[in-house]
């Protein structure tokens, strides 16, 4: 029975670093992701002012409840959208003038909805080029806080962004929320706070974060889920078996759920404590599924749905669209050139089953459709990746670990 350690959450390491910056106290966090995305979230910190002590396996943070130590800093945000939404926040309850940029590709993902809330909460933001996006300048004099409105419908992180800000400002946030995607992410926010001393309460559509700021801890970072579900799709497909340790019945993250789609389709799934295992059973039925609260791993399935036995339609996507690329459209057209019928709408697309050939995979830079049609190649030869090292953004050794899960397979 393969065994696939996965290495920690990009979502919980980015949170965790912010929390740990913010914290009274040196936080240590056991097992964060190292990759290019939360690196670049470190090395942001320490541009700021930030003490960040890295080891193997932990990494040490010295907390600054006052803001960033620098009065001034240039901050380079490389692709990571947590870095480029979570840290001009941070820098926002201190005091001193942070200008912060980010790669092509990241420069092109918006951020509109987050900087307007800052401003409505006094927050002396300037956007040097583009309206929404980097680079951008914070001259920051701390936050006051108060009553702020949201429209999150593009990215939790919005939320999630100012959600971490307010036991920074001096009264505290009440943020209403107009829409919202993606809300387990949201909740693994909420419970990080708890974890760091905060109590946030909802009433309807109304997040209230209480003044007072948070206090350091040790805090363990469980594997991701979402490349979790590569390994898990890569059992369904080959009729084989995968455990991943460390995901179970108590997982922070909603994209486990990911394996109740794979049970839907005919995998066995089992959820324990500390642990889950998916078995291929030979069958892949087709499905319709709203994947609004898993959409990271939209690819994912797009990836194994040519070999359902009926069409698999995947609703309520839309904004995969404004991810790394254009990852419904990315998904469509390299279905396509492995020749499956595909169908898109402005929030779906609809895989048909089909025979497949193959061929190289254009990736957009975008870490997710390599791993994605990485689980493809089990069950196609000759496929093949224009960039295969994006993959360095969440999981810089995946071809490794999955030629090696390919060999037990």
Known sequence: MPVVDIPGSKSITARALFLAAAADGVTTL???????????????????????GRTPDSWQVDGRPQGPAAAEADVYCRDGATTARFLPTLAAAGHGTYRFDASEQMRRRPLLPLTRALRELGVDLRHEEKEGHHPLTVTAKGVVGGEVTLDAGQSSQYLTALLLLG??????????????????????????????????????????????????????????????????????VTGGEVTVPGLGEGALQGDLGFVEVLRRMGAEVEIGADRTTVRGTGELRGLTVNMRDISDTMPTLAAIAPFASGPVRIEDVANTRVKECDRLEACAENLRRLGVRVETGPDWIEIHPGALSGTEITSYGDHRIVMSFAVTGLRVPGISFDDPGCVRKTFPGFHEEFGALRARL
């Open 30 to 52: 056991v097992r964060p992701l190292r990759s290019d995305d939360t690196e670049g979230f470190a090395e942001g910190l320490v541009s700021l002012g930030y003490r960040v």
């Open 167 to 236: 036991p920074l400002t001096e009264q505290g946030l009440r943020v209403h929320v107009t829409d919202l995607v993606s809300v387990p992410y949201v909740e693994i926010t909420l419970a990080m706070m708890r974890a760091f001393g905060v109590e946030v309460t909802r009433d309807g559509n109304d997040f209230v974060v209480p003044a007072g700021g948070y206090t350091a801890t040790t805090y363990a970072i469980e594997p991701d889920a979402s490349t979790a579900g590569y390994f898990f799709a890569s059992a369904a």
